[in-house]
């Protein structure tokens, strides 16, 4: 299941999915090339804190990003964009993993970043995070 967190600060969004894999298996999801292009967007990401990545996002084009922090398995945070933080946790839980995402720096003075959060947290939670879930979940790839 995945739900948006009512707790969430003003111009954050949160977003805690279950994952039917191993944290080694979701870490892999999350900073392999050639999976994340499976499951969101292709980028040049690499789990290195101060590597700069940048996201080949559909309709935005290349977005830049920046490893900020880097706990292998448990934690990994970047910069989406000049203002954007995505911050990834994962915490084992039985057979499979909790990945928490904290998506923060919206400007709700801004229209258009307020209509970015109304768009986004259901598109994480509805179809990013779960696209992830079944990446992560699937042996063959």
């Known amino acids: 299941m995945t739900e948006t967190s009512a707790t969430a600060q003003p111009g954050t969004i949160e977003v805690d ?3 039917d ?7 892999q ?4 090339p050639g999976l994340l292009a499976r499951w ?7 789990p290195r804190v101060g590597h700069p990545f940048h996201l080949d996002m559909p309709g935005w084009g290349q977005v830049p990003c920046e490893v900020l922090e880097v706990v292998e ?7 989406f964009n000049a203002t954007w933080t995505l911050t990834w946790r994962l915490v084992p839980e039985g057979s499979g993993t909790r990945l ?10 801004q229209k258009r970043e307020q209509d970015a959060l109304d768009r986004m947290g259901p598109g994480w939670r509805d179809g990013v995070l779960p696209r992830l879930a079944e990446v992560a979940a699937d042996p063959r790839v």
Do not use: K, M, N, S
Not at 29 to 32: A, G, K, N, Q, R
Not at 73 to 79: A, D, G, K
Not at 100 to 109: A, K, R, S, V, Y
């Open 100 to 109: 928490l995402l904290e998506h923060t720096g919206f400007d709700l003075q």
């Open 40 to 46: 969101w967007a292709p980028g040049d990401i690499a």
């Open 73 to 79: 398995q448990e934690r990994l945070v970047y910069t």
């Open 29 to 32: 999801t999350l900073t392999d």
């Open 17 to 19: 999915q279950f994952v």
């Open 21 to 27: 894999a191993a944290p080694a298996r979701v870490w």
